[in-house]
């Protein structure tokens, strides 16, 4: 399945639209994406368990998204938890929202990934960019 990237400056509903969507499934997770240690570590997947059908990078940082970027570039993930066997499994389907409207890379994913541009207004505002068949 194709990756959702939400951006857009602070404050403007990312984070809202992101756990909107993440009600419609059964077993979200959510990752904070500021947090380098924890993306760049073993322990990533730790909260990821055989049920978990959605994965949400919270606030994505413009540093830790080329991490994340390989990432959704597999088809499974190594979910690894202290004191526990490591396993693969097949990635769920992941959701990307954060201030990644400064790194220029989004027109490299509009075919790759479903592009949802949130921007200020009096109520959100949100504004899907990807081709239809995405």
């Not at 969507?21 to 947090?35: A, C, K, L, T, W």
């Not at 730790?46 to 998204?65: A, M, R, Y």
């Not at 693969?88 to 490299?108: A, Q, R, S, Y």
Request: glycine share 6%.
């Amino acid at each position: 399945m194709k990756p959702i990237i939400i951006y857009g400056p602070e404050r403007s509903g990312k984070t809202f639209l992101a756990k909107s969507i993440s009600m419609g499934f059964e077993h979200p997770v959510f990752i904070n994406g500021r947090d380098k240690r924890l993306i760049e570590g073993p322990w990533i997947f730790s909260q990821v368990t055989k049920t978990t059908d959605l994965i949400v990078f919270e606030d994505v940082s413009p540093v830790v998204f080329p991490m994340i970027d390989f990432i959704i570039r597999s088809d499974k993930i190594k979910v690894e938890s202290r004191g526990k066997e490591a396993y693969d499994l097949p990635l769920p389907k992941i959701i990307i929202e954060g201030d990644l409207d400064k790194l220029h890379l989004l027109d490299n994913f509009k075919h790759r990934a479903k592009l949802i541009e949130c921007w200020y207004g009096t109520y959100f505002s949100f504004q899907v960019k990807s081709n239809p068949d995405v």
